[in-house]
T-cell receptor
Framework: SQQGEEDPQALSIQEGENATMNCSYKTSINNLQWYRQNSGRGLVHLILIRSNEREKHSGRLRVTLDTSKKSSSLLITASRAADTASYFC??????????FGQGTTLQVKP | EAQVTQNPRYLITVTGKKLTVTCSQNMNHEYMSWYRQDPGLGLRQIYY???????DKGDVPEGYKVSRKEKRNFPLILESPSPNQTSLYFC??????????????FGPGTRLTVT
């Protein structure tokens, strides 16, 4: 399988804490993307980091990429109850095909 | 409003009865794709299309067909559905122009149950 892996599979934190999710992928990439999914609904794009970038920020999100280790991490700072969702990484090569990880389910308790 | 629409949103059918799930996007995107999502397995790509009349198999194409006759539409066809195709299906599209990096826009999903 070409699927990436994410860990942890599930994460439960208190509101205000930071949440970190990790992703590993298997093939060389053009970019890596993170998506969010609220229960049973469509995925929403959060952030994209290109293979020549090492870190990227968007609001409370911080993404890092280590192409030598074929890994990425997503940090959500100062989490809110509304951040409760599943988060998926997706690696993309030159064809545009996305290979998704299995996701991390985040629960933020108020 | 820029969006990807799928129909139907929910479908219960019986084994062997042909069905089509429609997908349409209004963003003039070249790239469209179908995924299925199953518990513990994440999203797996079924088929994708880089442009009109160009389609390619994804990771799990068996039992599915697609066509791309128009840029905006990318229907998913199950010629003879089986219970193992019970799943949540997502259509997605993206632009392949420039350095956009293929951010994908997802439809709301179609929950299919095959009995």
């Amino acid at each position: 399988s070409q699927q990436g892996e994410e860990d942890p599979q599930a994460l439960s934190i208190q509101e205000g804490e930071n949440a970190t999710m990790n992703c590993s992928y298997k093939t060389s990439i053009n970019n890596l993307q993170w998506y969010r999914q609220n229960s049973g609904r469509g995925l929403v794009h959060l952030i994209l980091i290109r293979s020549n970038e090492r870190e990227k920020h968007s609001g409370r999100l911080r993404v890092t990429l280590d192409t030598s280790k074929k890994s990425s991490s997503l940090l959500i700072t100062a989490s809110r109850a509304a951040d409760t969702a599943s988060y998926f990484c997706a690696s993309s090569g030159n064809t545009g095909k996305l290979i998704f990880g299995q996701g991390t389910t985040l629960q933020v308790k108020p | 409003e820029a969006q990807v629409t799928q129909n139907p949103r929910y479908l219960i059918t019986v084994t062997g009865k042909k069905l089509t799930v429609t997908c349409s996007q209004n963003m003039n995107h070249e790239y469209m794709s179908w995924y299925r999502q199953d518990p513990g397995l994440g999203l797996r790509q079924i088929y994708y299309s880089m442009n009109v009349e160009v389609t390619d198999k994804g990771d799990v194409p068996e039992g599915y067909k697609v066509s791309r006759k128009e840029k905006r539409n990318f229907p998913l066809i199950l010629e003879s559905p089986s219970p193992n195709q019970t799943s949540l299906y997502f259509c997605a599209s993206s632009s392949t122009a420039g350095l956009g990096g293929y951010e994908q826009y997802f439809g709301p999903g179609t929950r299919l149950t095959v009995t």
